[in-house]
Nanobody, 127 residues
């Protein structure tokens, strides 16, 4: 059984940084496509960043240049480094794992592409 547990969320002022972590058990982060999604109140869940088995990454246009997705295979943990945070980054953030090794662009990826999810954590950016 796969479990994903997020940590690192919280409140920060605009321009600040946060590092989100997602500890994975029952599944190796080295094997398949992993992602970070977010969902703001009243909006659909959207893909923020993806990382494939071979390390290929892709980002939503809204976070490109500010966020970095990475993984530590030894620690079996997924990360999202978020810099230059903006008020519009405020949302619940979720990590997710797929059953396939390749990822598609965040422009086209959908929550239904992923099989396992963390419970989510709040990120609030105050302006």
């Amino acid at each position: 059984q796969v479990h994903l547990v997020e940590s690192g969320g919280g409140s920060v002022q605009a321009g600040g940084s946060l590092r989100l972590s997602c500890e994975v058990s029952g599944h190796s982060v080295s094997r398949n496509c992993l992602a970070w999604f977010r969902q703001a109140p009243g909006k659909e869940r959207e893909g923020v960043a993806v990382i494939a088995r071979d390390g290929w990454t892709d980002y939503a246009d809204s976070v490109k240049g500010r966020f970095t997705i990475s993984k530590d295979n030894a620690e079996n943990t997924l990360y999202l480094q978020m810099n230059s945070l903006k008020a519009e980054d405020t949302a619940m953030y979720y990590c997710a794992a797929a059953l396939r090794p390749v990822c598609i662009s965040t422009r086209y990826t959908r929550p239904t592409d992923f099989n396992d999810w963390g419970e989510g954590m709040q990120v609030t950016v105050s302006s």
